[in-house]
């Protein structure tokens, strides 16, 4: 059991990173994104691409992937900041699912439904001991979450740069007469979030074997763990993505709930969205 909870920390970790941007991106800039694991599918496939093709190492097919993956989550971020700026959070929200469904179909498009093969950047070694070991990839992976996690609380609670990205997010048009770049700082975070998504996917995609499809909808338990820490908090959501993936891995071992193993993201979800709410039943109720 307790080796099974270990497995799932790699994916885990993966749904924490993206989750983690999501509301990062939801913070400061008022933008709920769909395709962080769309952008983040779309660097590991040209890592993988690049490797196959042009023989980079590993290390160098990573860094391409990489840039990739920034590039075109800054191209979509400077596509929403120039025309929806100003726009109502419900506006956003609903051309940043056109922008998905565009970048998934695009995506299919250019690599088709052939499964993931990424050579590791992290050697192929594991730590641990005993009944429980886990591969060094996973540690790095999981590591990378802890730090984006607990690097943007602080960054956002206790800064100067997070009162004025919040600012951004809340009031752009006022920030802007303030003298405070707003696009700029907006195109900065697109460009992090699309950065980390990439460098997440790129760590457990050599594990994996998933298509295109698969990796873009990996914004699916993402989006559980956000809803657990209520689009507000990004330790919550570390830990959300966290047990999401143990509880996959766990499924596994139970052939009564491993077919349904697909579900559990969206049966988060609904408990999330439930817990969210019971204070305004208890409160009618009383």
Same mark, same amino acid.
């Given at each position: 059991?307790?080796?099974?909870?270990?497995?799932?920390?790699? =994916?885990?970790?993966?749904?924490?990173?993206?989750?983690?941007?999501?509301?990062?991106?939801?913070?400061?800039?008022?933008? *709920?994104? $769909? %395709?962080?694991?769309?952008?983040?599918?779309?660097? +590991?496939?040209?890592?993988?691409?690049?490797?196959?093709?042009?023989?980079?190492?590993?290390?160098?097919?990573?860094?391409?992937?990489?840039?990739?993956?920034?590039?075109?989550?800054?191209?979509?971020?400077?596509?929403?900041?120039? /025309?929806?700026?100003?726009?109502?959070? +419900?506006?956003?929200?609903?051309?940043?699912?056109?922008?998905?469904?565009?970048?998934?179909?695009?995506?299919?498009?250019?690599?088709?439904?052939?499964?993931?093969?990424?050579?590791?950047?992290? =050697?192929?070694?594991?730590?641990?001991?005993?009944?429980?070991?886990?591969?060094?990839?996973?540690?790095?992976?999981?590591?990378?979450?802890?730090?984006?996690?607990?690097?943007?609380?602080?960054? /956002?609670?206790?800064?100067?740069?997070?009162?004025?990205?919040?600012?951004?997010?809340?009031? =752009?048009?006022?920030?802007?007469?303030?003298?405070?770049?707003?696009?700029?700082? %907006?195109?900065?975070?697109?460009? $992090?979030?699309?950065?980390?998504?990439?460098?997440? /996917?790129?760590?457990?995609?050599?594990?994996?074997?998933?298509?295109?499809?698969?990796?873009?909808?990996?914004? *699916?338990?993402?989006?559980?763990?956000?809803?657990?820490?209520?689009?507000? %908090?990004?330790?919550?959501?570390?830990?959300?993505?966290?047990?999401?993936?143990?509880?996959?891995?766990?499924?596994?071992?139970?052939?009564?709930?491993?077919?349904?193993?697909?579900?559990? =993201?969206?049966?988060?979800?609904?408990?999330?969205?439930?817990?969210?709410?019971?204070?305004?039943?208890?409160?009618?109720?009383?």
């Amino acid at each position: 059991m307790i080796q099974l909870i270990a497995a799932g920390l790699a =994916p885990g970790a993966a749904y924490a990173v993206i989750g983690c941007c999501v509301v990062l991106l939801f913070r400061t800039t008022g933008v *709920l994104n $769909f %395709s962080q694991a769309a952008l983040g599918a779309f660097g +590991a496939y040209t890592a993988a691409k690049t490797y196959d093709v042009l023989g980079l190492t590993a290390a160098s097919a990573a860094l391409v992937g990489l840039l990739v993956g920034t590039a075109l989550s800054l191209l979509v971020g400077l596509l929403m900041s120039w /025309l929806f700026q100003d726009s109502r959070t +419900a506006v956003r929200a609903t051309a940043m699912i056109a922008v998905t469904v565009g970048l998934l179909t695009l995506g299919l498009r250019l690599f088709g439904d052939t499964p993931l093969s990424v050579a590791p950047v992290v =050697p192929a070694t594991t730590v641990g001991g005993g009944a429980v070991t886990v591969g060094l990839d996973t540690v790095v992976a999981l590591g990378l979450a802890v730090l984006l996690a607990a690097g943007s609380a602080a960054v /956002l609670a206790r800064t100067r740069l997070g009162a004025v990205l919040r600012a951004v997010s809340v009031r =752009p048009t006022t920030a802007e007469l303030l003298g405070v770049r707003v696009r700029l700082l %907006s195109l900065g975070m697109w460009a $992090f979030t699309g950065a980390m998504s990439s460098a997440a /996917l790129l760590l457990i995609a050599p594990a994996r074997s998933d298509d295109f499809r698969t990796l873009g909808m990996l914004i *699916l338990p993402a989006l559980a763990a956000v809803l657990v820490g209520a689009f507000r %908090s990004v330790t919550v959501t570390l830990v959300g993505g966290l047990v999401l993936g143990a509880v996959e891995s766990v499924s596994v071992s139970w052939p009564t709930v491993s077919g349904y193993k697909a579900v559990l =993201p969206f049966a988060l979800v609904i408990a999330a969205l439930l817990w969210s709410q019971r204070k305004q039943v208890w409160d009618e109720a009383r």
